[in-house]
């Protein structure tokens, strides 16, 4: 009988429980998914599984986004508003009248309800400025111009000179300290009645129509009482008020040409007709050393014909072109020592408020001759000159337009 000896570790080496386990197969390996993703495979699945697998992966990112902003907007509204404190804490009265003011009128305190609320702010109502219905008087101060006054009460300039025909003569230089002008209600035209005034005839002036002047209501006129238009029952002085009413101003300078010269005040002779002397080359310089403004611009619709050349008094005045004097004399209408050249080829210079002359009537003078010194006479509020062209066809035009 043969033994069966162990080992010197005293194994058995026919114990099954002590032999090495065989290695499995490379599908034992595999995790159960990829076991079943294989059968899925194996069964042609494949494909389809891929497909509704990625849609509902994009499904579910589509609504974890849409929970995560939903839930920030929900965050934000439900958050609360602060309600800044009342500065002041109303007192609990044990009274409840219904609403009454304390005594006096003049307290800070209100109750209302039982509640005794303070009143910091002072209560007024702000009322707005209510439109003008009437004329009124101006007194013109120092400084004042035509302009300045008319932008002060909303108005045109023209208005101003219009509604004060009687005060101003159609000049917007007459205005001075102290003197007293009419302010309409708007735009439009202030006229004094004359004995004798026809209805139509005021209102042809003005270019508007008789019912005009009748339907306004401060003029007060009874349309059944007035009677004819030619020659209406309205008292004289009556002043009326013409709405939009446009009148033609008057040019307070003759006009003076070599057949119907000036005399001359200076040399004490007759300015007889002049048949020849300088001809004008229908250019023109400046008159002055200066070449800005002192106040006045071209307005024709102020009647203001000319430009206001800022100088110092003495200054030099000089011809702009050359022709002949026909005009060198004190003018009462505003202009103070004027001089008038004619040049020969339809146009004439006018140079107003002169300190003095050095040139007369039916002088002959060169482009750029002096002809006098700057000065402040006639109606002029300090040293300037005012300048003016006029043209036989074209009148009175802006000499901005051609001095070089």
Not at 314 to 320: D, I, K, Q, T
Request: proline share 7%; charged share 15%; glycine share 12%.
């Amino acid at each position: 009988m043969i033994n069966q000896s162990k080992n010197t570790d005293g194994i058995d080496p026919q114990d099954d429980s002590l032999q090495p386990d065989e290695p499995s197969s490379p599908l034992d390996q595999r995790s159960t998914a990829e076991r079943l993703w294989g059968r899925v495979v194996h069964l042609g699945l494949g494909e389809t599984t891929l497909r509704v697998g990625s849609g509902v992966v994009s499904l579910i990112l589509v609504g974890v986004v849409v929970w995560i902003m939903s839930s920030y907007v929900l965050k934000n509204q439900s958050l609360p508003t602060e309600v800044p404190e009342p500065t002041t804490q109303p007192v609990i009265t044990d009274q409840m009248p219904a609403l009454q003011a304390a005594a006096g009128g003049g307290s800070d305190e209100v109750l209302l309800s039982g509640f005794a609320i303070q009143r910091l702010a002072q209560i007024h109502t702000d009322l707005p400025a209510q439109p003008r219905t009437s004329i009124i008087d101006y007194v013109i101060q120092s400084g004042d111009t035509i302009f300045g006054i008319a932008e002060k009460f909303g108005l045109q300039p023209e208005t101003l000179l219009w509604s004060n025909r009687h005060i101003l003569g159609d000049d917007p230089h007459n205005i001075f300290p102290g003197v007293k002008i009419l302010i309409p209600t708007m735009d439009g035209a202030i006229y004094i009645w004359n004995t004798g005034d026809g209805l139509n005839g005021v209102a042809k002036f003005y270019d508007v129509s008789p019912d005009t002047i009748i339907d306004w209501p401060a003029n007060n006129l009874n349309r059944a009482t007035i009677g004819d238009y030619s020659l209406p029952n309205i008292p004289a002085g009556t002043m009326l008020f013409i709405p939009g009413g446009k009148g033609e101003f008057t040019d307070w300078l003759p006009h003076y040409t070599r057949e119907k010269p000036a005399e001359s005040s200076i040399s004490g002779s007759a300015c007889g007709v002049i048949t020849e002397g300088f001809i004008g080359s229908g250019t023109f310089v400046w008159p002055t050393t200066e070449r800005y403004l002192s106040g006045f611009d071209y307005s024709p619709e102020t009647n203001h014909r000319g430009i206001d050349i800022a100088g110092s008094l003495g200054n030099p005045v000089y011809a702009v072109d050359a022709g002949v004097v026909v005009y060198s004399n004190w003018n009462e209408n505003g202009y103070g020592n004027l001089i008038v050249i004619d040049h020969g080829n339809g146009w004439q210079s006018v140079y107003a408020h002169l300190d003095n002359y050095l040139k007369y009537c039916g002088d002959n003078v060169d482009q750029g001759e002096q002809i006098g010194f700057l000065g402040t006479t006639g109606n002029s509020t300090g040293p300037h000159l005012h300048f003016e062209l006029r043209n036989e066809t074209y009148g009175v035009v802006n000499p901005w337009d051609f001095l070089q």
